[in-house]
């Protein structure tokens, strides 16, 4: 559990496989009582960055439907391509999840009111 200008923030460090696995995420923030969530990219399986898979938005939409303010980390050297790369761009303007390529930027907007 993290601290992000006095909200707490849960780091998830457990994989994950497919868009239903954001059921977890939502049932550990609920049993932690807090609504934010950083996950690094890591933790991501590789459809996650397909968007052709659908992936992200399944996954991404679930936690909002739960009001979880949710950031993801980008490794920060890695081309996702002209598409993704679109899609890092819009997601960057959502209010309940965002992706970033620093994770001091990323604590940082977990942290707003």
Known sequence: MLTANR???LEWRGGLSEASSAVELISACIEEDCARLLI???VLPEAFFQLSSRFAGEFLQKLQNYRLRTAV???AERDYGERFDEYLR???RGRFSR???DRD???AWLGEA
Do not use: G
Request: proline share 0%.
């Open 105 to 107: 930027e990323a604590l």
């Open 99 to 101: 992706l970033f390529r």
């Open 7 to 9: 909200h707490r923030v």
């Open 40 to 42: 690094a990219h890591d």
């Open 73 to 75: 980390v980008m490794d």
């Open 90 to 92: 819009e997601a960057k």
